[in-house]
């Protein structure tokens, strides 16, 4: 009996076991992840502690810096907000054309980020379709930061949609009848019931948006209009030291970035998991 048990307990398994995929994943992510990240951290070591303190607290540096992760932010919040209204409209409702506008939130995707740039700049700048009718009233879109959170809210769109949807496709509609069937309104059922259970979907979105547009280059640099403590974005003042063969400066803003970067998509991913153990989502 004991000897059968002990045959049953090692069957081999179709799928691999903890050992092996833990190899293949340590390895696979230090091949792709952690060692050119190493590299960038070495790069920047060179300059020494006080040279990299004073490349990522010089002026421009800073102010580069800041405009990319504050607006990156303003534009992963609107994301967020839009985004899930969006997933919302495209699951519980049927009207015509609804599968060719779901298509059209995968654009961002496919369309290079250089051509969304140009695209965003033709259409926003004063003499476009849309900045000639918001020039009259003095608001400009184009060569400022409202123009570079516009480009960074079109690409990160995707990112909240596509990660609320499925999430709200499978929700139970039984949850929202028995919150109605307690006496709660609309408005209960939807903050109280539904977005406690959508939460860590939103969060993901919001972190993926969050990093991809603050790594954001092409798509901004044609309609920011890329001035000197204005609308100069990190990504761009990293290629500007690197063209001035300055690749240790370059590394060390590099660093700069990635260790915010970290920093924020950490405390994103701790509210998650706080927002899963408060209401028992996973």
Not at 249 to 275: C, D, E, K, R
Request: net charge positive; proline share 5%; aromatic share 12%.
């Amino acid at each position: 009996m004991a000897g059968a048990r002990g045959l049953a307990l090692k069957r081999p398994s179709a799928i691999p076991g903890f050992g092996l995929a833990l190899g293949f994943t340590l390895t696979y992510l230090s091949l792709i992840v952690l060692i050119p990240l190493a590299g960038l951290v070495l790069k920047s070591a060179t300059l020494g502690f006080s040279g990299f303190w004073d490349v990522v607290t010089g002026p421009r540096t800073l102010a580069a810096l800041e405009l990319s992760f504050f607006t990156s932010l303003a534009a992963a919040t609107v994301n967020a907000v839009f985004g899930v209204i969006i997933a919302w409209v495209l699951i519980r409702y049927r009207f015509p054309g609804r599968r060719l506008l779901d298509a059209f939130v995968d654009l961002p995707f496919a369309l290079p980020t250089a051509v969304a740039g140009i695209a965003l700049t033709a259409i926003y700048a004063p003499n476009g379709w849309i900045g000639s009718l918001l020039d009259p009233f003095g608001i400009k879109v184009a060569y400022t930061r409202f123009g570079i959170a516009i480009a960074l809210i079109f690409i990160g769109l995707p990112f909240v949609v596509r990660t609320v949807q499925p999430v709200l496709e499978e929700f139970d509609r039984e949850l929202e009848e028995a919150s109605a069937t307690l006496g709660a309104n609309r408005r209960q059922t939807v903050f109280r019931v539904m977005l406690p259970s959508l939460m860590p979907a939103i969060l993901t979105g919001f972190a993926l948006a969050l990093a991809r547009a603050v790594g954001e280059y092409g798509s901004v640099i044609f309609i920011a209009g890329n001035m000197p403590f204005y609308s100069e974005i990190a990504p761009l003042l990293i290629i500007i030291r690197l063209e001035e063969f300055g690749y240790a400066q370059a590394a060390a803003i590099g660093t700069a970035m990635l260790l915010i970067s970290f920093g924020l998509l950490l405390f994103v991913h701790l509210a998650q998991a706080w927002q899963r153990r408060r209401f028992g989502n996973g």
